[in-house]
């Protein structure tokens, strides 16, 4: 079973910037994408920004220009670059991992990290 762990929420000013990483662990798996969504409160899970094994990348129209995904595919880590933060990219941050094990492929996600941008 694969698990995510992310870390590099926080509470941060409007126009400031945070990171966020995320790891994947377990044994026996491959990662064909992995990425980024994000949840505020009443609304629903959205795609921030998604990264193929071969780097290839999509954005959400609200984070293009800002925020740059990145992955490290032999430390299956996959990380988060967010610049100029906007109050509205406040949300709760969650891992995603396309898995691929043994043929079958499954989703995996991550507990969330919270971000808040407040001044």
């Known amino acids: 079973q694969v698990q995510l762990v992310e870390s590099g929420g926080g509470l941060v000013q409007p126009g400031g910037s945070l990171r966020l990483s995320c790891v994947a662990s377990?044994?026996?798996?491959?990662?064909?994408?992995m990425g980024w969504y994000r949840q505020a409160p009443g609304k629903e899970r959205e795609l921030v920004a998604i990264i193929t094994s071969g780097s290839s990348t999509n954005y959400a129209d609200s984070v293009k220009g800002r925020f740059t995904i990145s992955r490290d595919n032999p430390k299956n880590t996959v990380l988060l670059q967010m610049n100029s933060l906007k109050p509205e990219d406040t949300a709760v941050y969650y891992c995603?991992?396309?898995?691929?094990?043994?043929?079958?492929?499954?989703?995996?996600w991550g507990q969330g990290t919270q971000v808040t941008v407040s001044s």
């Open positions: 377990g044994s026996d798996f491959a990662i064909p994408a």
């Open positions: 995603y991992a396309r898995i691929v094990s043994r043929a079958i492929a499954t989703n995996a």
